[in-house]
């Protein structure tokens, strides 16, 4: 496991597929961790395996992917479902969570990544 830093951002990719959410597309450009190629190393994950991503907020399963730009306290994971589910959902009144600066671990899991309608399940009460 590491202790890192979660930031979170629109990508060009997940902005086009953004009216076809249940989308295997979608899930493709907004459904990832991206780690630098040491944070991959240290966790013995490979690209497309899945790791699990928790903060105080919640957690999230996504596979993940390398950017070698990525400083050794930094993840990365594209605006969408999978980043709301682990972001502070308090919105200080302007009706936006804050999407940087979140307190993150990240850790190799076998655990299944969950389709955006099968996240969004885990939410019914």
Not at 46 to 51: A, K, L
Not at 76 to 89: K, L, S, T, Y
Request: charge should be negative; hydrophobic fraction near 40%.
């Amino acid at each position: 496991m590491i202790e890192t830093i979660l930031i979170s951002g629109r990508t060009i990719d997940q902005g086009a597929t953004l009216e076809e959410k249940t989308s295997q597309a979608y899930f493709d450009a907004a459904a990832y961790c991206e780690l630098n190629e040491g944070n991959l190393e240290a966790l013995g994950v490979s690209v497309d395996q899945n790791v699990k991503v928790a903060t105080a907020h919640g957690t999230v399963v996504v596979p993940a992917k390398i950017d070698k730009r990525l400083p050794d306290d930094i993840v990365f994971i594209p605006m969408g479902p999978w980043a709301n589910a682990i972001v502070d959902p308090d919105t200080c009144g302007c009706g936006m969570p804050g999407f940087k600066g979140i307190p993150a671990t990240v850790e190799s899991t076998t655990d299944p990544a969950l389709s955006m309608k099968e996240l969004m399940a885990t939410y019914k009460e």
